[in-house]
């Protein structure tokens, strides 16, 4: 049985928490992972609604005062892309956002991170930690757990082992 189905089916976890413990754990190595999976499935609490983890976390990676990717944003502009997705982010937690909204704010903000270096630099993110912390809202925005990825480029790859922690924190909360 794979991790995914074991953690969404059989546990309950729902599928989007699923998919971005699964994307953290794939990028971690090889001494982590076990430690990570197990320390996982042995912290989800039995009767806890987990529906909104994914949008706490993914609020925590855009905007945390020492973590968020929106300090490494350098414009007004980049930084307000991202406010506004995590701003819609938190909203959803209480109110449905219509989906319209964040494709609009993927779009604003995948705008700005084009505008930020010429075309021919766009696909090479590495050594970019504005657009990288650009393209980490746009993902979000889109639902893509590759958020993970494009806010470790900022980060480094030792934060995906931060980001572990971090949703173990969401699971204990």
């Known amino acids: ?34 430690f990570f999976n197990t320390a996982f499935i042995t912290s989800v609490p039995v009767g806890k609604d987990l529906n909104n983890i994914h949008k706490e976390f993914f609020i925590w990676l855009l905007v945390d005062k020492d973590f968020g990717v929106i300090n490494f944003a350098t414009s007004d502009i980049g930084k307000m892309a991202i406010k506004d997705v995590a701003d819609l982010l938190e909203k959803s937690l209480t109110n449905p956002v219509d989906r319209i909204k964040f494709l609009l704010s993927a779009k604003a903000a995948r705008t700005v991170a084009a505008n930020s270096f010429p075309p021919e630099f766009f696909p090479f993110f590495h050594g970019f930690p504005a657009t990288c912390a650009i393209a980490t809202a746009v993902c979000i925005a889109f639902g893509s757990v590759e958020a993970v990825n494009a806010a470790a480029l900022v980060h480094g790859r030792g934060f995906y082992k931060r980001m572990f922690q971090k949703i173990l924190v969401l699971l204990e909360a």
Do not use: A, Q, T, W
Request: net charge negative.
């Open 1 to 34: 049985m794979d991790y995914i189905n074991l953690i969404h089916r059989k546990m309950g976890v729902p599928e989007k928490l699923s998919n971005l413990v699964h994307r953290i754990s794939l990028e971690m190595c090889y001494s982590d992972y076990d």
